[in-house]
């Protein structure tokens, strides 16, 4: 099996949703987590930049962040987040988003659910996830701060949430 497959392997199909990721920087980094972990498929969402810029030429900025992960990552740009979504629940996601809200888990106590597949959504680094969004979401984790900050940031957050949700 590819190295880049472990979740298939219990059963499920695990995508990521970038909406409105501003930096570029950390959208390739959100793509070497992603093929770190075997995540199948990547939305883009909102603003978020793309591999490719709008003359289909490769963004260079993106792929020094990236490392070539972005070659191997199956990514897709989507106008409406919220057809996405309903999309996604009728295929039966479970879906997680990372974010600070008060309704929030810690990531640690999150337990994901055999056989279905799971959507991860992640949000501006500045504002985060909209509420409206938070809405359409199964569970909103959150990784606690201990320190005098109160975030991560974004590719730094996805990283540390999907490897611990994802038992790698």
Known sequence: MPKNQPACRRGRENILILHNIRSVENVGAMFRT??????????????????????????????????????????EAKKNLFAL???????KYFII??????????????????GRGNAFI????????????LKKCDIIAEIPMKGKKESLNVSVALGVALFRILRI
């Open 34 to 75: 992603a093929d770190a972990v075997g995540i199948n498929k990547i939305y883009l969402t909102g603003y978020t930049p793309a591999p490719l810029d709008r003359f289909g030429r490769k963004r260079k900025d993106l792929a020094k962040s990236a490392l070539g992960a972005e070659e191997f990552v199956k990514w």
């Open 85 to 91: 979504l309903r999309s996604l629940r009728q295929e």
């Open 97 to 114: 988003a990372i974010e600070q809200d008060k309704k929030s888990v810690d990531y640690k106590n999150l337990r994901l659910r055999s």
């Open 122 to 133: 992640v949000g501006a680094e500045v504002s985060g996830i909209p509420k409206s969004i």
